[in-house]
């Protein structure tokens, strides 16, 4: 026993990383979601606790009353994250009024919800405002956040007309109420996050490996396509199309993959996610192409070393976010931190659920690499999902190049240890593509 608790310390040790070793053993399968008709149960459950603690949150900023106002294909970007599963855009105008469910209100649907076309909404709804008297009216009308500021400017001059000085007067721009409602996870998400997780995982597996990859006839965007074809056989969809890259010093975190034909000695790296259950996820591996004419078997230490160090800073993130810092705060210790330790690269995490980009305090953004205005000096939320989005700089010297270390991993929010573990778990290890010669990949990809 003692000799094994030895080994087992000598080998965190080894890792350098308190966390340990976090990339699953076993290979990530393709999780058969739920039927459509059991996933709208599901997601109307969902929905239902989260439009519970409204209350609750209304009390907290300070709001008597929210008031949304949509047509249909102009929506508040909110509809999204309050609509049955079985709706889509909304219908006519719809109207949607929240409260704390207090006096004349008490015990009435919360939202309110009012679909209309003839303008009847309106004398409606002065009088269910006559009657509730609130003194706060949040509109989503903020210039910066996103989440909290969907209400179209046609909407709010038709609110200003039909409501008048009495209730304009008393509208306010509170954009954490709508980011607050739309990053907060509930329990029963997790499960299923962790099956798009390993679904995930399962087509970069997929993908980056010789059943797809023929080193000198695949391309990088042959691979992008296999992804979006792939997804269709699994059920779920995405919310940016695939980027495929073969890393040199000069390629960038962007917004397209390479357009190169992928050869034997090449590091590649994708950025991809997938949207299904109302969720979404945003991972990036890398995958080494053996250079398997010349009999090797594994890939280049320098580049195992700088995975190491991307899989370091991973760590640094997680230790220093805590709920309550703002993003810039767990930046700015970050940064600090990669310099006691001799590493350098760029940290760029985000909230994820509803949208690949919720809503909610950023750490970094490619181009604004040690301060961002506005996003990064939000507090971050406890119950959120992240995607912890980051690149190392290593000397490789096999190569006498600096290559970027490009990783991004999925973390959910643990209420006992109050920190964000893995969905899946890590990278730590290099997909690696052992095409011999004169291999074809089974599936073959349409140009
Ligand atoms: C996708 O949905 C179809 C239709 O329900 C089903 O036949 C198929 O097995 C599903 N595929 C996966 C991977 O879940
Ligand atoms: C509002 O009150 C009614 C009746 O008490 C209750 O059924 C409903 O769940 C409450 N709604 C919220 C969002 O708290
Ligand atoms: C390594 O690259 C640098 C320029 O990036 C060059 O000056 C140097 O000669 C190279 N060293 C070797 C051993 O090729
Ligand atoms: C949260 O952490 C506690 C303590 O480590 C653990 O027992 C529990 O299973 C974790 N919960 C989840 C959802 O991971």
Not at 331 to 336: A, D, K
Request: with cysteine.
């Amino acid at each position: 026993m003692q000799y094994r608790a030895t080994v087992a310390a000598w080998f965190l040790l080894l890792c350098g990383a308190v966390y340990g070793q976090l990339q699953p053993t076993t290979p990530a399968r393709y999780r058969r979601l739920p039927s459509l008709r059991e996933q709208a149960a599901i997601l109307d459950g969902w929905r239902d606790e989260r439009l519970a603690t409204l209350p609750a949150l209304l009390t907290k900023y300070r709001i008597d009353a929210w008031l949304i106002s949509q047509r249909e294909y102009a929506e508040d970007t909110l509809w999204w994250s309050i609509k049955g599963a079985t709706e889509y855009a909304p219908h006519r105008r719809t109207v949607l009024l929240f409260h704390k469910n207090t006096s004349s209100l008490a015990g009435q649907p919360n939202p309110l919800r009012w679909v209309d076309n003839t303008g009847a909404v309106w004398p409606e709804l002065r009088r269910v405002l006559e009657a509730y008297d609130p003194h706060r009216i949040a509109l989503n009308t903020d210039k910066y956040i996103a989440a909290g500021g969907g209400l179209h400017v046609g909407e709010y001059e038709a609110l200003a007309e039909e409501l008048g000085e009495r209730w304009m007067e008393r509208t306010v721009n509170e954009p954490l109420l709508a980011v607050e409602y739309v990053a907060t996870r509930v329990p029963g998400q997790l499960a299923y996050y962790r099956d798009l997780q390993e679904i995930t995982w399962a087509l970069i597996e997929e993908a980056f490996s010789e059943k797809v990859i023929s080193p000198g006839i695949t391309t990088t965007e042959d691979v992008e396509w296999w992804y979006r074809e792939k997804m269709l056989l699994l059920n779920v969809t995405t919310w940016n199309h695939p980027r495929v890259s073969v890393i040199t010093p000069e390629s960038f975190p962007g917004w397209s993959g390479t357009k190169d034909v992928i050869r034997e000695g090449d590091l590649l790296h994708v950025d991809f996610g997938i949207t299904a259950m109302g969720m979404n996820t945003d991972v990036q591996h890398m995958a080494y192409v053996l250079r398997t004419s010349q009999g090797e078997t594994d890939a280049p230490q320098g580049l195992k070393e700088g995975l190491k160090r991307a899989n370091r800073m991973q760590d640094i993130v997680l230790e220093n976010m805590a709920a309550g810092k703002t993003g810039n705060e767990v930046l700015t210790e970050s940064l600090t931190q990669m310099e006691v330790e001799r590493i350098t690269g760029q940290v760029y995490c985000h909230p994820i659920g509803d949208w690949g980009h919720a809503p909610g305090a950023v750490m970094g953004f490619t181009n604004l690499p040690d301060f961002v205005p506005v996003l990064g000096e939000l507090r971050i939320l406890p119950n959120t999902y992240y995607s912890i989005e980051l690149y190392a700089y290593s000397f490789i010297a096999e190569r006498n190049e600096t290559l970027r270390f490009r990783v991004e991993e999925n973390v959910y929010w643990n209420a006992t240890t109050e920190r964000w573990h893995f969905v899946r778990g890590r990278q730590e290890r290099f997909h690696l593509i052992n095409a011999h010669a004169g291999h074809t990949p089974s599936i073959v990809v349409q140009s």
